[in-house]
């Protein structure tokens, strides 16, 4: 049972534009959300989180908002560079465990 | 620096035989985990620690083993029992158990550079 789900496994952006990435979940209980950028042969690095009491969360080009009714969360990233380009990774954890449970990932490549 | 060390990169091992993949973090966290990565299917979660001598199985323990002796350490042992070891191995540690949902925006698991494991 995949309760964090990516369904697009890739998209394409051309630069300057805005990428949208979504993410979602079934368990009602998750209350903390993370985006982590993974490249090739590396290990993922953090980009932004946003707990359940919140419904959007901005950090530089990077926004995710959260719709807890619809329990999606989605990552946008505006403008989109080159240097985007990655596989990007969501995941869920309900605050005072220890278990992530992440989505299978979405390809983004961002076209010069 | 205070970060997440594993070792080595790349590791190749003949079928049958037990190898084990080094974590090592000087982060002070005291939780723990590895996360196997296949092409597809996202990071699937091995086994994570909470706490020093004391360890819990994922989602696919089957067929592999670990140890938390210290703080710092979280070795990783692929046994000849794992079907299909070919993957690419992270380690990670984190605060997920400080966790403030109140709080700022801020990253609570930290990953390794990761260890490709090759079986031949």
């Known amino acids: 049972d995949q309760q964090v789900k990516q369904n697009s496994p890739s998209l394409s952006v051309q630069e300057g534009r805005i990428s949208i990435l979504n993410c979602d979940y079934t368990n009602s209980m998750f209350d903390y959300f993370l985006w982590y950028k993974k490249y090739p042969a590396e290990g993922p690095t953090f980009l932004i989180s946003?707990?359940?009491?919140?419904d959007k969360n901005e950090d530089g080009r990077f926004t995710v908002f959260l719709n807890k009714s619809a329990k999606h969360l989605s990552l946008h990233i505006v403008p989109s560079q080159p240097g985007d380009s990655a596989v990007y990774f969501c995941?869920?954890?309900?605050?005072?465990?220890?278990?992530?449970?992440f989505g299978t990932g979405t390809r983004l490549k961002v076209l010069a | 620096d205070g970060g997440i060390t594993q070792s080595p990169k790349y590791l190749f091992r003949k079928e049958g035989q037990n190898v084990t993949l080094s974590c090592e973090q000087n982060?002070?966290?005291?939780?723990m985990y590895w996360y196997r990565q296949d092409p597809g299917q996202g990071l699937r979660l091995i086994y994570y620690?909470?706490?020093?001598?004391?360890?819990q199985k994922g989602d696919i323990a089957e067929g592999y083993s670990v140890s938390r002796e210290k703080k710092e350490s979280f070795p990783l042992t692929v046994t000849s029992a794992q079907k299909n070891p070919t993957a690419f191995y992270l380690c990670?540690?984190?605060?997920?158990?400080?966790?403030?949902?109140?709080?700022?925006?801020?990253?609570?698991?930290?990953f390794g550079p990761g260890t490709r494991l090759t079986v031949l």
């Open positions: 990670a540690s984190g605060l997920a158990g400080d966790l403030d949902i109140s709080g700022p925006s801020t990253d609570t698991q930290y």
């Open positions: 620690s909470q706490i020093v001598n004391d360890f």
């Open positions: 946003i707990s359940s009491i919140k």
């Open positions: 982060l002070n966290h005291d939780a």
């Open positions: 995941a869920a954890i309900v605050a005072g465990t220890y278990k992530y449970i």
